[in-house]
């Protein structure tokens, strides 16, 4: 079996580096993979989504 390589051995300590990442975030977001921890995660335009969708759900709700 070969050594591997520089660019192998960065590859994987990134690869686990994000899967810490993600580990951590699902364990933020209560262990369910459809709820975010919070907004510190989410993308400016992800947010503007979500307040959309928040808006239009309560608008439906009072008429």
Do not use: H, W
């Not at 364990?27 to 921890?37: E, I, T, Y």
Request: net charge positive; glycine share 2%; proline share 3%.
């Amino acid at each position: 079996m070969r050594e591997p390589t520089q660019l192998e051995k960065q590859q994987y300590q990134r690869m686990i580096e994000l899967s810490d990442i993600a580990r951590q975030r699902y364990l933020d977001g209560r262990s369910n993979p459809r709820c975010a921890a919070d907004e510190k995660y989410m993308t400016e335009k992800r947010k503007s989504m979500r307040i959309l969708q928040v808006r239009t759900a309560c608008f439906r709700r009072s008429s």
